[in-house]
Every structure is written in structure tokens, then in C-alpha cells.
């Protein structure tokens, strides 16, 4: 189901970006990252995992539509992302905790589509939603998984060039990610969200 949303909304930006003008511009932002507690396996026992708050950096390159979207002009862009957070806490099914001090760093390749809602002032709402991949790293040891995300924010204008990003966005994988590095075996959820401050760069 993911693969052919993907498809779709490729075609549908290939179908867009050829009847329409476009603006390229770059973007870059961070700000704060949470990883939401979520199910893990630790060798034989099972239960919850939290983290501590993390922080979060992005990098992209993208598109806007001109003309032939008055209305909701539409965005296409490719974005890379970092974020690393601290693992603190294992609460095991059945009563127990154990405490944790794991590093965990996420690098995603997100391809994203936002709808920008105008408002004929310098701030313009959207909506974004956005499919990829991700590299999740456990101390050293790695697995890759698919993400999803979805996000809101509000650009605002500041010149003819510049626009003040503020957005925030919840992203989350289908299946677990996995680690084994000989002695332990775990497997995991991973989902979270972000809150970003950026600027972007209209050529």
C-alpha cells in the first residue's frame, strides 16, 4: 500500500511539474525530537521503552508550483534528516523497570508533498505528508526501516527571497527495527515527532 502511494504521488508531481512554472528553493531547520514510548524486546523479556528528548536537523531541496494551483499551490521537495535521542528506560511487562543509556540516531531520506493554503498575507499555513526511509542506530549497531509522516506548520514571508519556517511534524515506521550484536537481541518500534524552526531560500 505504501509503495503504490509512492507511485501515485510521483506520477502526480511528474504530471504537476510539467504543466506547471516552478521555484526552486533549499530549506534547512532543526529543532527538538521525540521518540514516543513504544514496545521492545530485549532477549527474552518484553515491555516498553522511553527516551529522553533529543534534537532534530533538516536539509532540503524542493520545488513550488506556480501557475495552474492558484489556490493551494503545492510543493514537492527531498529532504535529509538527523535526529538523536537517548534511550533511559525498559519497563518490563509484568512489573520491573531497568534503566537504559543507549544512544539512538535516525538519518531518513523523506521525498515530501505539501499543500500551501493561501491566505493573502505574508503567513501561509500547510499541510505536508511525506514517504521514505530510515537508518536507525542503536551504540553501533543499525537497521533500516520505512517511514511515514505527517505534518502542519506555517511559513512566514520576510522578504521576496526568505521565509521563516515553524512546523511540526509525527512520523512513525511500519515494522520494528532490529539489533544483535552477538550477546543481546532486541527488536523495537519506532515512531516520534518533531518540532522545527527553519529558513528557507526562494530562487
Known amino acids: 500500500m505504501f509503495q503504490k502511494t509512492l507511485i501515485i504521488l510521483s506520477l502526480s508531481a511528474i504530471t504537476a511539474l510539467s504543466q506547471t512554472e516552478v521555484t526552486q528553493y533549499l530549506s534547512v531547520s532543526g529543532g527538538f525530537g521525540n521518540l514516543a514510548e513504544g514496545d521492545i524486546n530485549i532477549n527474552t523479556e518484553s515491555g516498553k521503552s522511553s527516551y529522553d528528548q533529543g534534537g532534530s536537523f533538516e536539509i532540503a531541496y524542493g520545488v513550488k508550483l506556480d501557475k495552474g494551483v492558484e489556490t493551494f499551490p503545492a510543493r514537492f521537495e527531498i529532504a535529509g534528516g538527523y535526529q538523536a535521542n537517548k534511550m533511559n528506560e525498559f519497563d518490563i511487562s509484568g512489573g520491573g523497570t531497568l534503566p ?71 512520523f512513525t515506521a511500519p515494522g520494528d527495527y532490529n539489533f544483535d550484536d552477538g550477546t543481546t537481541t532486541a527488536t523495537a518500534e519506532i515512531s516520534g515527532a518533531q518540532v522545527q524552526i527553519g529558513a528557507r531560500y526562494m530562487f
Open 100 to 170: 537504559l543509556d543507549g544512544d539512538v540516531q535516525t538519518f531518513s531520506l523523506m521525498g515530501n508533498a505539501y499543500l500551501d493554503i493561501l491566505t493573502g498575507s505574508f503567513v501561509t499555513p500547510y499541510l505536508m505528508i511525506g514517504l521514505g526511509g530510515a537508518n536507525v542506530d542503536f551504540e553501533g549497531d543499525d537497521d533500516n526501516v520505512f517511514l511515514f509522516q505527517i505534518g502542519a506548520g506555517a511559513g512566514f514571508e520576510v522578504s521576496e527571497h526568505w521565509i521563516i519556517d515553524l512546523k511540526l511534524k509525527a
